[in-house]
């Protein structure tokens, strides 16, 4: 298994935000996606701090993609 890249919570949103999912709500520090197809995942955003390797893992099996496809998604 490859190792998953460190990401703030900013890259990952626009990574999500391209695979189709919206920001449905935010409490507090915690974000709600949705996906059309009824997927919904849940980001930290907290400024400054990078997001945790297992979070991360959790988040991707969340949005059902391997990591590998993950890894090879476009971020600019």
Known sequence: ?????????????QVLIKL??????QVGSHAQFKHSDG???????????DI???TLKGIIDD???TIEEFIKFPRD
């Open 52 to 54: 945790g390797r297992k």
């Open 63 to 65: 949005i059902n993609i």
């Open 20 to 25: 189709g999912f919206y920001k449905h709500h």
């Open 39 to 49: 997927r919904r995942v849940t980001v930290p955003i907290h400024s400054g701090k």
């Open 1 to 13: 298994m490859p190792k998953l890249p460190v990401l703030r919570s900013k890259e990952l949103i």
